[in-house]
């Protein structure tokens, strides 16, 4: 029982901080090694100081959505985390953690749904002239696609975890 806890709260705590990354980092699409665009900000490599430079996105609604639904996730992962171990200490023996597992099943639907909507709308999220084939998703949004199954996963196993002791 307490390496099934220890391995669901690492798998839980992975999946958080990979949630994370994908939002926070700057990497959704890639233009080149040197131009870049994420949730917030657009960013090309200055060779001559060696820096990124980054300006804001241009908001869109469906940039909006996209931000929002990941900001959700977290907030929704986070607040299953914190109820899980809440749980730990006060549910009596025999108890399931469905309220944790409900948590995590809406942080993996949030994160599909965003996903989902930059995949399909990238072109007016980018709100670029330029052709999208040469461009190609970056390693944020592919960590965002990796997180869906292990939260839906995640999620399936608090509802079926039963308290011992």
């Known amino acids: 029982m ?3 806890l220890i ?9 958080l901080a990979m949630l994370l990354i994908a939002t926070l980092e700057k990497s959704w699409w890639v233009w080149n090694d040197r131009e870049i665009t994420d949730l917030w900000y657009n960013c090309f490599h ?3 100081s060696n820096t990124w430079l980054c300006a804001a996105t241009d908001e869109s609604d469906w940039l909006q959505s996209v931000q ?4 959700l996730s977290v907030v929704f992962s986070s607040i299953s985390f914190l109820v899980f171990l809440g749980q730990l200490i006060t549910m009596s023996k025999g108890g399931l953690f469905y309220f944790t597992g409900l948590c995590q099943a809406f942080a993996g639907f949030t994160a599909f ?10 072109k007016e999220i980018l709100n670029d002239s330029r052709d999208l084939s040469k461009g190609r998703f970056g390693h944020c949004f592919i960590l965002a696609w990796l997180c869906i199954p292990l939260l839906l996963v995640s999620a399936v196993l608090y509802v079926h975890l039963r308290k011992k002791q």
Do not use: K, P
């Open 2 to 4: 307490v390496c099934l």
């Open 7 to 15: 391995s669901i709260t690492v798998l839980h705590l992975a999946t």
């Open 46 to 48: 200055d060779n001559a």
């Open 68 to 71: 929002a639904l990941m900001i």
């Open 113 to 122: 749904a965003a996903c989902l909507i930059f995949t399909f709308h990238r």
